[in-house]
């Protein structure tokens, strides 16, 4: 009931793989957000965009396995980016260093349009 | 919730809550804070910053202190006073809680290297950095204690 309330599927819009994530990130997001990270880079992803959704919570395990994923990103050399985090997570994403590695956006919109414009990519 | 006045004291308002050791029960804790901390007139970032900090003590009381075991609880008492909301989140203390280990820093930078094992430890220092007062003790009845309060901005 209250152990996993967390949904990730994927999609491809304009040449960003997307990773919708509804619900909240704790540690048993561990496994699907792994698995379709893994899903979008074996189809040939550059650019990944972790998309959340505002009303929905962050941990410290989350923040593992989203550090996790950077370093994936890295190894990859791929480039990723965050879109849909309320203020509170974009600040806790700043404080614990993700926003070093992954530009942050406010929605969706804003982030494909940055991405699509972003000449390194 | 027990309103206790005492003569000359303010009121406290006062609610109990008995969790089981059992992931996933955070989220009552963090939805029961964040409903009394709207109540009080706590602007939503500090609800916000509340709902985080309670998530992660509760979350360590389970994993750390009670060490999963599922027949021990985490008790969360929120005291609602004039101008502050505490916290404390206390458990069966099956693990004491190293208090030097819990005082440092993360080291941020190591966590982002390949091969890094130990992306966590996050949970203490966030509750640190989100709350206005926090202390960690051993409870009088030899669990770990985390208490915390946030203090409601004028």
Do not use: C
């Amino acid at each position: 009931m209250l152990e996993d309330e967390l949904t990730v599927s994927t999609r491809q819009r304009e040449g960003v793989a997307i990773v919708d994530l509804m619900g909240d990130v704790t540690t048993f997001a561990e496994e699907k957000i792994n698995q379709a990270y893994r899903e979008v880079t074996t189809q040939g992803a550059r650019q990944v965009l972790l998309n959340f959704r505002q009303n929905d919570s962050i941990n410290s395990a989350g923040i593992a396995i989203l550090i996790g994923i950077v370093t994936e990103v890295n190894r990859n050399q791929q480039k990723l980016a965050f879109s849909g985090l309320s203020q509170h997570f974009q600040k806790i994403f700043r404080m614990v260093g993700l926003a070093q590695y992954a530009d942050i956006y406010q929605d969706e919109e804003e982030a494909l349009k940055h991405l699509n414009s972003d000449p390194e990519t | 919730m027990n309103d206790k006045t005492l003569k000359g004291e303010p009121v406290e308002r006062v609610v109990e809550l008995s969790l089981p050791s059992k992931l996933g029960y955070e989220r009552v804790a963090m939805d029961a804070a964040s409903s009394l901390a709207n109540r009080m007139g706590f602007h939503p970032d500090r609800v916000e910053a509340l709902k985080t900090a309670i998530g992660e003590a509760v979350t360590n009381a389970i994993e750390h202190g009670n060490q999963h075991d599922e027949a021990m609880k985490v008790i969360v008492l929120l005291t609602a006073r004039e101008g502050e909301l505490i916290v404390n989140v206390e458990d069966e203390g099956k693990k004491i809680l190293d208090h030097s280990m819990i005082a440092r820093e993360p080291d941020i930078a190591p966590k982002y290297q390949p091969g890094h094992v130990d992306r966590g430890g996050w949970g203490i220092w966030l509750i640190r950095e989100l709350m206005d007062e926090v202390q960690i003790t051993t409870a009088p009845g030899g669990g770990n204690l985390v208490r915390m309060v946030i203090h409601l901005e004028k």
